[in-house]
């Protein structure tokens, strides 16, 4: 049965000379391979063995069975890492991961459709969700006076859209 995997960072370069690598994550997966046994070097089929993994200076450091020294560690510079979707960490309640978002139907609380949400931007305070509509983008705050429910059976995500954003 196919799992599906999703990107959560990159290898940035070597750390050391025992094969350690640097993965700078996208900043919803920071913590993310915590617990994680395995890791997707690019799009390669076989998935690699975590066998240490820890955080360093705002990125994650992983020793990959196989990569054994710098040189090894070297050839994944540049390297996309994914994990499989199930071995994401549980968020609390009412928190979300960017990729169960996107795809989400937006409506208004009275049921008027906006659009389909296409992108989430990391901010400083808050993300931002980007709404594709018939006549442009939206871009609402992610904030609980803006979003109002989001129903993923339904697939739809109900807002109330601040004056002006539109």
Do not use: C, W
């Not at 690598?21 to 395995?38: N, S, W």
């Not at 020793?63 to 996309?80: P, Q, S």
């Not at 009412?94 to 795809?103: D, K, N, R, S, T």
């Not at 400083?124 to 006076?145: F, M, R, W």
């Amino acid at each position: 049965m196919p799992t599906e995997r999703l990107h959560i960072g990159s290898v940035s370069r070597p750390h050391g000379i025992l094969g350690e690598i640097k993965v700078h994550l996208a900043p919803e997966y920071v913590g993310a391979l915590e617990g994680v046994q395995l890791v997707y070097v690019n799009d390669e089929a076989a998935p690699k063995r975590v066998r240490h993994y820890r955080e360093h200076q705002g990125a994650a450091l992983l020793k990959l069975a196989g990569v054994n020294d710098r040189n090894a560690a070297e050839l994944l510079r540049g390297a996309r890492i994914a994990i499989v979707v199930d071995d994401l960490p549980g968020l609390p309640e009412g928190e979300y991961y960017a990729h169960q978002l996107v795809g989400l139907q937006v409506r208004r609380e009275t049921g008027e459709a906006l659009g389909t949400l296409t992108e989430v931007l990391a901010t400083g305070s808050n993300d931002v969700y980007i709404v594709k509509t018939q006549t442009g983008e939206l871009l609402l705050p992610a904030i609980e006076s803006v979003i109002k429910t989001v129903d993923f059976g339904a697939g739809i995500m109900t807002v109330a859209v601040p004056e002006g954003l539109e």
